[in-house]
T-cell receptor
């Protein structure tokens, strides 16, 4: 069974600073996908970034980037130039290749961006 | 931009009552999912659906739950006899192919009294 671990329940960062959220996972699969989802107070689940395990290059989306270390089974999210709107719960998630593959989520990291 | 929609946004029901949560996935998507999130906890998988049948279900998805795609657009989750512990946010998601990104709806907040 796949597991996703987020060891930081809460984090805080000042506006315009950089913050890194940690995620580790455990799987015996070789082909899989990793995601970061953002959940603001509205509780909508919003995709932040996605990484395919077969790609060595780390994914980036504007101010968001990941550090994907396949051997270490680590998938951290870096948010640069933090903005107040980044305040949210961030969930790391995993899915493997296959028919209608479910997402397995971590417990989340609550990020607070302060002035 | 196409999006997943869910109705109702909030539902309050009495224990033992049946509820139906509705979702309209993105139109060209083929894979559909239901997840739930109890307040303060992580998001948990309930069921996946493809080609008009269940592909996978979790231990949570017991006999009181059922899913249906009654027409070409809607995807429903039925809870036959609600329990207090069914109170949660229920998310519908869809994806175009199996490994592609799952796009989530805004959720239905269910409260069982």
């Amino acid at each position: 069974a796949q597991t996703v671990t987020q060891s930081q329940p809460e984090m805080s960062v000042q506006e315009a600073e950089t913050v890194t959220l940690s995620c580790t996972y455990d799987t015996s699969e070789n082909n899989y996908y990793l995601f970061w989802y953002k959940q603001p107070p509205s509780r909508q689940m919003i995709l932040v970034i996605r990484q395919e395990a077969y790609k060595q290059q780390n994914a980036t989306e504007n101010r968001f980037s990941v550090n994907f270390q396949k051997a270490a089974k680590s998938f951290s999210l870096k948010i640069s130039d933090s903005q107040l709107g980044d305040t949210a719960m961030y969930f790391c998630a995993f899915t493997y290749t296959g028919t209608a593959s479910k997402l397995t989520f971590g417990t989340g990291t609550r990020l607070q961006v302060t002035l | 931009e196409p999006e997943v929609t869910q109705t109702p946004s909030h539902q309050v029901t009495q224990m033992g009552q049946e509820v139906i949560l509705r979702c309209v996935p993105i139109s060209n998507h083929l894979y559909f999912y239901w997840y739930r999130q109890i307040l303060g906890q992580k998001v948990e998988f309930l069921v996946s659906f493809y080609n008009n049948e269940i592909s996978e279900k979790s231990e949570i998805f017991d006999d009181q739950f059922s899913v249906e795609r009654p027409d070409g657009s809607n995807f429903t989750l039925k809870i036959r006899s609600t329990k207090l512990e069914d109170s949660a946010m229920y998310f519908c998601a869809s994806s175009p192919v199996a490994e592609e990104t799952q796009y989530f709806g805004p959720g239905t907040r269910l409260l069982v009294l």
